[in-house]
C-alpha cells in the first residue's frame, strides 16, 4: 500500500543525545515536511524539502537537521542543541508544483520523550 | 501574524447536534487551497477536503459540508446529526503556490461529542 511511513512509533532520549526519526514515503511525492506538534499549539513547520537534496528551514528549525539524498526519504535530527524536544513529531508529503498543490498525506508519528 | 485562525479551542455537543468550526485564513496569493483534516486519538491526521481559490462551491460529503467565502476569509465546517466517533481535533490549512507549497495550520478544534 502506497503511503507514509515514520518510525519508530515511541522514541525515549537522554538528555545530551541526538536521536534520528525516520520518515520514508512511496507515493512518488516531491515534496517531504516535518511538523511537531505540542498540546494546544497545532502544528509547527520545522523544515520543508521540495525536491532531492534541498530543503527549507521552518519556523522552529532550531536544534534540527534534516537531509534529503533520496526521494522518498526525509529523515530529521533532533540535536542536543533542542531545548524541549519533548513533542509529537509529524512527516507529511505532497504532489505539488510550482502552480497548485495537493493535499498532504500524513505519517502516523513519533513521539519523542527526553529522560 | 497567525495565517490561519481557529479561534474555537474546544467544542461539545451532543450526539445527533450539528456543529460548525470555524476557520479563517489570511493570504495574499491568488492562487491557494485550503483544507481540513481531523486527527483522531490515534495521532495520525486524516484528510477530509481540499479547495482551491477559485472555486467557491459549497461541498457536502455524507453528514458533512464546507462554506468557503472569499468575502470573509473563511471556510467553515459543519457536522450534521453528530455521532461519538466525529469525537476528535480538526484542523483547517492553507496552501499557497507562491510560497512553496508551505502548508499553514490553524491551532485546531477538538470536537467532543457525548452520548
Known amino acids: 500500500d502506497g ?8 522514541l525515549f532520549r537522554k538528555e545530551g543525545q541526538n536521536v534520528t526519526l525516520s ?56 540535536t542536543s542543541a533542542q531545548k524541549n524536544p519533548t513533542a509529537f513529531y509529524l512527516c507529511a508529503s505532497s504532489d505539488g508544483t510550482a502552480t497548485m498543490n495537493t493535499e498532504a498525506f500524513f505519517g502516523q508519528g513519533t513521539r519523542l520523550t527526553v529522560v | 501574524a497567525q495565517k490561519v485562525t481557529q479561534a474555537q479551542t474546544e467544542i461539545s ?7 460548525t468550526l470555524d476557520c479563517v485564513y489570511e493570504t495574499r496569493d491568488t492562487t491557494y487551497y485550503l483544507f481540513w483534516y481531523k486527527q483522531p486519538p490515534s495521532g495520525e491526521l486524516v484528510f477530509l477536503i481540499r479547495r482551491n481559490s477559485f472555486d467557491e462551491q459549497n461541498e457536502i460529503s455524507g453528514r458533512y459540508s464546507w462554506n468557503f467565502q ?19 481535533v480538526y484542523f483547517c490549512a492553507l496552501s499557497e503556490v507562491g510560497t512553496g507549497n508551505q502548508f499553514y495550520f490553524g491551532t485546531g478544534t477538538s470536537l467532543t461529542v457525548i452520548p
Open chain 2, 70 to 88: 472569499k468575502s470573509t476569509s473563511s471556510f467553515n465546517f459543519t457536522i450534521t446529526a453528530s455521532q461519538v466517533v466525529d469525537s476528535a
Open chain 1, 3 to 10: 503511503g507514509i511511513t515514520q518510525s519508530p512509533k515511541y
Open chain 1, 23 to 78: 520518515c520514508e514515503q512511496n507515493l512518488n511525492h516531491d515534496a517531504m515536511y516535518w511538523y511537531r506538534q505540542d498540546p494546544g499549539q497545532g502544528l509547527r513547520l520545522i523544515y520543508y524539502s521540495q525536491i532531492v537534496n534541498d530543503f527549507q528551514k521552518g519556523d522552529i528549525a532550531e536544534g534540527y537537521s534534516v537531509s534529503r539524498e533520496k526521494k522518498e526519504s526525509f529523515p530529521l535530527t533532533v
Open chain 2, 13 to 19: 455537543v451532543v450526539e445527533k447536534e450539528d456543529v
